[in-house]
């Protein structure tokens, strides 16, 4: 393990603690050191001045000149014998050295003796003293057996001056004359030393009794003073923990709601996308934001906002499983994190049972507010490989939901604007628009339209197909948002006019004059300039404008009505036919109805299959209605998705003049396309589910 790490995970206290402990440690031992060194210092030098009182009276009585010869007389001895016994037993040894080394008196009787020559030199040649404490051994008094006490001298070199001594007359140097020309010596020349040796027990057990009191002393205020830091360190790191846990909490809380935010909720679904990818488990996201949110916020005020949130987070948090995580991502949006779901349908199903959360209405103080969500649904490994790619597509699904106003989605990747599997289809659909007409993968396929009196073809719809390499056929539904959304919709628009009007000048020229229909984008009516391309067609292949239909959405005649009309009537003026498609899932008024120049009525395919089995309750109603809103205008009426000749008997009873569907036939490529015959035939074995052909 690192020890960077281990050091990471202690705490400040225990840091604080071990540091502090070493660092005082070494603070009281440097403090008892310096402090025993400058005592055993100031011991030497006291040590030192005594050893210089003992030189003083033990010269006193001597002559300058017996330093020279080197020799005492007893008498001279017993002088200096007198003049030291007032310091007692302190003297372990006096010792008087000539200048040449030679001992002149030993307080032990000794006559002969060497000095250390090299501390002897130096306090000749500087004068000044030169003291040592030395371990002396002396040998027990009154035994027999060998034995010896060891203690400790301050041994002393005191250098001996001319101005220490007495002339032989008694009169001491120092009141004489500096020098003479006979070489007396002058009061301050060094004319021998004095070896005192000084018993520096008592100086030692001194100096080791202090320095017990000055280490207890340091400790004590060491540990005093480490105490009060340690105090004052362990209350600001609890203080400081605390705080951390606080801002911790609020950095994955929501402050307002106190559910997990945006940060917890990541991190929580990387390590269940983690363990779900290794285990081959499945997890499951759901998003959700409140409708409208910016409207209340803004009519009813921020605090009655903030308490709608609060209330949507109490709901959520009582409706779910204990393993599931709600959280808040900002504003008005939440997530659901589903960490162990067994298939896309049970995460679905949870989603609409979330949404049932929202069916009471929340109590705003003492206004009742019902309030609509759009959710969607996202899983791995269904939809997305990671938690980033799966908060991206519960978000797509989340938008489709509102888009459509259908409350729940699932993540559907031909809503995903943005997919990688979308970028690609988007980049194959430029090089098959690209591609010479000859060897184009974008085909037109015709669907026949039947006149329910004579069961008669009387036209076609023209419908695209994309012939994809990798892919297959690929219906409308498919390519066209995505062709919508891109921009490319016109070159595939230019495409399918082109490539219709010349298989009409084929019909034409073969005895098949029948009409052709062919479904225009809200992108290409905002225009004229799909007017001149189809007029420049109809020009170029001699074919009339009444063989061409084109046939718009509700939704787009309504989007932007100011720009829309203008091309209605240019079509109309050029004799071309328009037809609403998918009409009743628009906001078509009446009037609007009335006032638009177009000539047909298709119903949507959703009303139709609501006739089918015995039909949805009021469904021929609803079509009686449209048919005769219609026919009131003098409008056409077409039915399509018609897959069963149940459905067809119904649409001829209520008055519908064509219809199209599976029944009859499905689009199919104009080789397949027969001449005009008898009435068309039911197709043998048609289906009886409904069939999406054009989207």
């Known amino acids: 393990m690192p020890r960077s790490a281990a050091r990471r995970r202690w705490s400040l206290t225990r840091y604080f603690g071990v540091v502090s402990v070493v660092a005082m440690s070494a603070l009281g031992v440097a403090l008892v050191w310096v402090t025993s060194n400058v005592m055993q210092q100031q011991s030497v030098r006291d040590g030192t001045q005594s050893a210089a009182s003992v030189m003083a009276y033990a010269v006193a009585p001597l002559p300058a000149g017996a330093f020279t010869e080197g020799l005492l007389t007893p008498e001279q001895r017993d002088a200096v014998e007198g003049a030291t016994s007032g310091f007692g037993s302190r ?6 050295w000539s200048t040449t080394g030679v001992l002149m008196y030993s307080s032990t009787d000794a006559r002969v003796g060497f000095p250390d020559t090299e501390r002897l030199s130096r306090v000749m040649e500087s004068g000044s003293s030169d003291a040592r404490v030395l371990d ?29 001594a007495l002339d032989v007359a008694g009169t001491p140097v120092a009141d004489l004359a500096p020098a003479d020309p006979d070489g007396e010596p002058s009061a301050g020349e060094v004319i021998g030393a004095a070896e005192v040796m000084l018993d520096h027990t008592p100086a030692v057990d001194a100096l080791a009794e202090a320095r017990r009191t000055v280490t207890l002393v ?12 340690f105090r004052t360190v362990h209350t600001t790191s609890k203080r400081l923990q605390s705080s951390a846990l606080e801002n911790a909490r609020l950095a994955l809380l929501d402050s307002l709601t106190g559910l997990p935010n945006r940060r917890l909720l990541a991190d929580r679904m990387r390590k269940d996308v983690d363990a779900a990818l290794a285990t081959g488990g499945r997890v499951g996201l759901v998003l959700l934001d409140i409708d409208r949110f910016k409207d209340i916020n803004d009519s009813l005020g921020h605090d009655h906002g903030d308490e709608l949130l609060e209330q949507v987070a109490e709901r959520l948090r009582g409706a779910l499983r204990d393993e599931d995580v709600v959280a808040r991502l900002g504003g008005d949006e939440f997530a659901v994190l589903l960490p162990d779901v067994r298939s896309v349908a049970n995460a679905e199903r949870l989603a609409r049972r979330v949404r049932q959360l929202f069916v009471p209405p929340f109590q705003l103080g003492e206004m009742s507010l019902h309030v609509e969500t759009s959710v969607g649904v996202a899983c791995i490994p269904d939809h997305a490989h990671d938690a980033s790619s799966l908060m991206r597509t519960a978000d797509v699904a989340m938008y489709t939901a509102k888009h459509h106003r259908t409350g729940v989605a699932v993540y559907d990747a031909d809503e995903d604007h943005s997919s990688p599997a979308r970028l690609v289809l988007l ?8 591609q010479a007409p000859e060897l184009s993968q974008l085909v037109m396929h015709y669907q026949p339209k039947i006149a329910l009196d004579t069961g008669r073809t009387v036209g076609y719809e023209a419908l695209m197909r994309w012939i994809h390499p990798e892919r297959g056929v690929l219906m409308p539904n498919v390519f066209i948002p995505l062709a919508e959304q891109s921009g490319v919709i016109h070159e595939l628009t230019r495409f399918a006019l082109r490539s219709t009007i010349t298989q009409l000048a084929r019909w034409r020229t073969a005895g098949l004059p029948l009409p052709v229909a062919v479904n225009l984008s809200a992108h290409d009516v905002t225009t004229t300039a799909v007017v001149d391309v189809l007029e420049s067609l109809l020009a170029e292949h001699d074919v009339p404008a009444e063989l061409v239909e084109v046939e718009i959405t509700e939704t787009a005649l309504v989007a932007d009505r100011s720009r829309i009309v203008p091309v209605l009537e240019r079509l109309d003026e050029l004799g071309v036919k328009v037809a609403i498609d998918d009409f009743g899932i ?3 008024s009446i009037s609007q109805l009335r006032d638009l120049p177009v000539d047909e009525l298709k119903i949507d395919r959703l009303f139709v299959s609501d006739l089918r089995d015995g039909g949805r309750e009021g469904s021929e109603v609803v079509v009686q209605a449209m048919v005769d809103l219609a026919h009131s205008f003098g409008l056409r009426v077409v039915a399509e998705g018609v897959e069963d000749e149940a459905t067809a008997a119904v649409l001829r009873r209520l008055g519908v003049d064509r219809a199209q569907g599976f029944h009859w036939s499905a689009a199919v490529p104009a080789s397949e396309i027969a001449p005009p015959g008898p009435p068309a035939a039911p197709r043998t074995g048609a289906r009886t589910g409904r069939v999406t052909t054009n989207g």
């Open 136 to 164: 002396d051994v002396s040998r027990l008094e009154g035994t027999s057996t060998v034995g010896a006490t060891i203690r400790e001298v301050l041994d002393v070199y005191v250098p001996v001056r001319a101005a220490d």
């Open 218 to 229: 340091v400790a004590g205020g060491l540990v005093a003073l480490w105490l009060l830091l």
């Open 427 to 434: 980049g194959d659909l430029h090089t098959a628009i690209e």
């Open 91 to 96: 003297i372990v040894e006096l010792r008087l």
């Open 586 to 588: 628009g906001n078509t």
